[in-house]
């Protein structure tokens, strides 16, 4: 059973930078995926960014294209996403995602959170102008 634990979040002004983890606890290798979804409240949830196990693909949505990157640390089972240049827009819940899928799902574009079987606890980031 892949558990999820995220870390970080919290709150900065527009401009600003935060960094999320997500440890992975379980894992055994294989074509796996992981990402970052986010929801801000009376919006659907949006796919961030996904990396793919197998290869190290990423797919970045173009609301953040240039500002996140998503990255794996493969010795620590940790994925980070880096943000920077945050916008209030930005304000949200972020979720660590996981689930077994192909690259084309994981990277192919705009990830499906119905694809994501394991979830972190969530954490609130917050954007102030």
């Known amino acids: 059973q892949v558990q999820l634990v995220q870390s970080g979040g919290g709150s900065v002004q527009a401009g600003g930078s935060l960094r999320l983890s997500c440890a992975v606890f379980?894992?055994?290798?294989?074509?796996?995926?992981l990402g970052w979804f986010r929801q801000a409240p009376g919006k659907e949830h949006e796919g961030v960014a996904t990396?793919?196990?197998?290869?190290?693909?990423?797919y970045h949505a173009d609301s953040v294209k240039g500002r996140f990157t998503i990255s794996q640390d493969n010795a620590k089972n940790t994925v980070y996403l880096q943000m920077s240049s945050l916008k209030p827009e930005d304000s949200a819940m972020y979720y660590c995602?996981?689930?077994?899928?192909?690259?084309?799902?994981?990277?192919?574009?705009?990830?499906?959170?119905?694809?994501?079987?394991?979830w972190g606890q969530g954490t609130q980031v917050t954007v102030s102008s």
């Open positions: 990396i793919y196990d197998v290869d190290g693909s990423t």
């Open positions: 995602a996981g689930g077994w899928t192909t690259s084309a799902f994981c990277t192919g574009g705009s990830p499906s959170a119905t694809r994501f079987t394991n």
């Open positions: 379980g894992y055994t290798g294989g074509t796996y995926c």
